[in-house]
């Protein structure tokens, strides 16, 4: 079993940023074998792709939304991911969720594994 536990939320200025944290865990769960990523959910929207991590962190994917501002990158000994955002603006307003699958094409269609979320506040 596999348990992603989201982390770093919390309410922030427009202008402003903040690190989400996403912790892997499970007996047999191999974290470097596994892409990472970010979606979110903003209310009455559709949960939407937000940034995607390969197995050794060469090869980064972003949504054109984000580009620029978020940063995402793992540290595959502490089973972490993680996401730097700047330049918050009150449209990042979110429920933010890890995602872990076993390929670039399983976590942006948004399968695999996810973590319970976090939320994310922009105030203008």
């Known amino acids: 079993q596999v348990q992603l536990v989201e982390s770093g939320g919390g309410l922030v200025q427009a202008g402003g940023s903040l690190r989400l944290s996403c912790a892997a865990s499970g007996r047999t769960f191999s974290f470097s074998s596994y892409v990472m990523g970010w979606f979110r959910q903003a209310p009455g929207k559709e949960r939407e792709f937000v940034a995607a991590i390969s197995w050794l962190g060469r090869t980064l994917y972003y949504a054109d939304s984000v580009k620029g501002r978020f940063t995402i990158s793992r540290a595959n000994a502490k089973k972490t991911v993680y996401l730097q955002m700047n330049s918050l603006t009150p449209e990042d307003t979110a429920v933010y969720y890890c995602?872990?699958?076993?390929?670039?094409?399983?976590?942006?269609?948004?399968?695999?594994?996810w973590g319970q979320g976090t939320q994310v506040t922009v105030s203008s």
């Open positions: 995602n872990a699958g076993a390929s670039v094409t399983t976590v942006q269609t948004g399968n695999g594994y």
